[in-house]
């Protein structure tokens, strides 16, 4: 028998128009969270709505999270980006291919630091998240009209990171 909530969450804006759905999160599989993330215009009222698509009864709790707004850079070719000690993330806008898929490749410059990423279209849909602890990572972003971003960060803020990224 199955006891487990499943949840579904749904962004919507003042029209009804929806801006992000989800019945699980990519981020935390083998939960039951679920998660939205979207680039949301910036003047308008939001309608969040979260269901329980179970029989089972439970609490939910709810939270909203806003980005920091990052300066962004275009990546093209590779370059190292170095993170200081307490230092904040880093944004790259990857532009679009739309004739074939592109590979970034993304390592540490020292064996001592780690970084995160995170990879999302430009609409704010997530593509990959590395949370922490890796040394190297290489995603595959898909032919497509939309630009990417990429968002590095170092694992542990007070060492700070040095990483070099490269398409």
Same mark, same amino acid.
């Given at each position: 028998?199955? %006891?487990?909530?499943?949840?579904?969450?749904?962004?919507?804006?003042? @029209?009804?128009? =929806? &801006?992000? %759905?989800?019945?699980?999160?990519?981020?935390? =599989?083998?939960?039951?969270? !679920?998660?939205?993330?979207?680039?949301?215009?910036?003047?308008?009222?939001?309608?969040?709505?979260?269901?329980?698509? @179970?029989?089972?009864?439970?609490? %939910? @709790?709810?939270?909203?999270? !806003?980005?920091?707004?990052?300066? /962004?850079?275009?990546?093209?070719?590779?370059?190292?980006?170095?993170?200081?000690?307490?230092?904040?993330?880093? /944004? %790259?806008?990857? $532009?679009?291919?739309?004739?074939? =898929?592109?590979?970034?490749?993304?390592?540490?410059?020292?064996?001592?630091?780690?970084? #995160?990423?995170?990879? /999302?279209?430009?609409?704010?849909?997530?593509?990959?998240?590395? $949370?922490?602890?890796?040394?190297?990572?290489?995603?595959?972003? =898909?032919?497509?009209?939309?630009?990417?971003? &990429?968002?590095?960060?170092?694992?542990? #803020?007070?060492?700070?990171?040095? !990483?070099?990224?490269?398409?």
């Amino acid at each position: 028998t199955d %006891f487990a909530i499943h949840s579904s969450l749904s962004v919507s804006n003042s @029209s009804g128009q =929806p &801006l992000g %759905f989800s019945t699980e999160d990519t981020l935390t =599989p083998m939960t039951n969270d !679920v998660r939205v993330t979207a680039k949301l215009p910036a003047d308008d009222t939001y309608i969040v709505t979260l269901n329980n698509q @179970s029989d089972v009864a439970g609490n %939910f @709790s709810l939270s909203l999270s !806003v980005a920091d707004t990052l300066e /962004q850079t275009i990546l093209t070719g590779s370059l190292v980006v170095t993170i200081a000690p307490d230092g904040s993330a880093q /944004q %790259f806008i990857i $532009p679009a291919s739309s004739d074939i =898929p592109q590979i970034v490749s993304i390592r540490t410059q020292s064996s001592r630091t780690s970084f #995160s990423a995170l990879l /999302q279209s430009a609409d704010g849909t997530v593509l990959a998240s590395i $949370p922490m602890g890796l040394n190297g990572v290489t995603l595959v972003i =898909p032919a497509g009209t939309l630009d990417h971003i &990429l968002t590095i960060d170092a694992v542990d #803020s007070a060492a700070g990171a040095a !990483v070099e990224i490269e398409i």
